[in-house]
């Protein structure tokens, strides 16, 4: 049972380029996150999902796409990255009123 | 709209010591969930506790412990005998009874210095 997965754990990207970040979880959770993670701040969610086929934005959603095809995976779009974009990114999962579980992370620079 | 605030920013203490950080939120939903995590040094998450708006008794576990006052809208975490594993960024979350979102504070940095 590994959890929350993503990759990478580092990426570097330049301005105006593109990228997807991966998150998979198997513990059949319906519900999948995406937060970002500024410097010295807490998380601010970017997308969520209540299952396959449904998504819904968070409070930051500017920038980002995502999709949910499968129970399973919850990938986050980077379509045209900038400075702004540089944070560490969280994929998060759980089951209807219960505790979120968190994935290890990704850290995104954009230069 | 819902708040979580956690005022202290950094807290350094010695090992040994007992050192509390504090949550205050707000929220109009009369059904709702407060969490804690840690986040250590690595990076990763890691779930504390979870508490639903009907239960206020207190929860201890091993020499952790928290406090969770609905009159003064709080749930304030309390670290008993300090050690440096402790050291940590803790953060407070909040989630409206019928919403998914978790709404995060800052987060409280916290050194055990030996």
């Known amino acids: 049972n590994a959890g929350v997965t993503q990759t990478p754990k580092f990426r570097i990207l330049k301005i105006g380029q593109s990228m997807t970040l991966q998150c998979t979880q198997d513990m059949n959770h319906n519900y999948m996150y995406w937060y970002r993670q500024d410097p010295g701040m807490g998380l601010k969610l970017i997308y969520y999902?209540?299952?396959?086929?449904?998504?819904d934005k968070g409070e930051v959603p500017n920038g980002y796409n995502v999709s949910r095809s499968t129970t399973e995976d919850f990938p986050l779009r980077l379509e045209l990255a900038a400075p702004s974009q540089t944070s560490v990114y969280f994929c998060?999962?759980?089951?209807?009123?219960?505790?979120?579980?968190f994935g290890p992370g990704t850290r995104l620079t954009v230069l | 709209a819902q708040k979580v605030t956690q005022a202290q920013t950094e807290i350094s203490v010695v090992e040994k010591e007992d050192v509390t950080l504090d949550c205050v939120y707000e929220?109009?939903?009369?059904?709702?969930?407060l969490f804690w995590y840690k986040q250590p040094p690595s990076g990763e998450l890691v779930f504390l506790i979870r508490?639903?708006?009907?239960?206020?008794q207190n929860e201890i576990s091993g020499r952790y412990s928290w406090n969770f006052q609905k009159s003064t809208s709080s749930f304030n975490f309390t670290i008993t005998a300090s050690q440096v594993v402790d050291s940590a960024v803790y953060f407070c979350a909040l989630r409206g009874g019928g919403a998914q979102k978790l709404v995060f504070g800052q987060g409280t940095r916290l050194t055990i210095n030996p």
């Open positions: 508490r639903n708006s009907f239960d206020e």
């Open positions: 998060a999962s759980s089951q209807p009123g219960n505790e979120q579980f």
């Open positions: 999902s209540v299952g396959a086929g449904i998504t």
């Open positions: 929220t109009r939903d009369t059904t709702y969930y």
